[in-house]
């Protein structure tokens, strides 16, 4: 039996991806290749969510928990940004 699992992913990463690439211009020191490891830092600070269709995890929040999420999503993003951006900088160091 073949089952399909493509439908399975992660709550978090499409707003995450999206906050990277909105954010992203505002820190001209990082370039294009340092963006999947900001993206994945923030990633790993939140707790994973699977989901099968966005709609199914829309549906169950109500909004005090939709704008927890979306505080959560920030604050990760701004973490991983300033993370990498100072990883990159001490290796420049070096």
Known sequence: MAIDFSSVHNH????VFDAVTR??????Y???AAL?????VALNRLGARYIRHSV?????????????????????????????????AMRARR
């Open 56 to 88: 199914d995890l829309s549906f169950y929040l109500t909004e005090k928990e939709r704008l927890g999420m979306e505080q959560t999503i920030s604050e990760a993003v701004a973490f991983a940004f300033e993370f990498v951006q100072a990883r990159i």
């Open 23 to 28: 954010l992203a211009p505002g820190y001209p």
């Open 30 to 32: 990082l370039d294009e």
């Open 36 to 40: 999947p490891d900001v993206a994945c």
């Open 12 to 15: 978090y990463e499409r707003p």
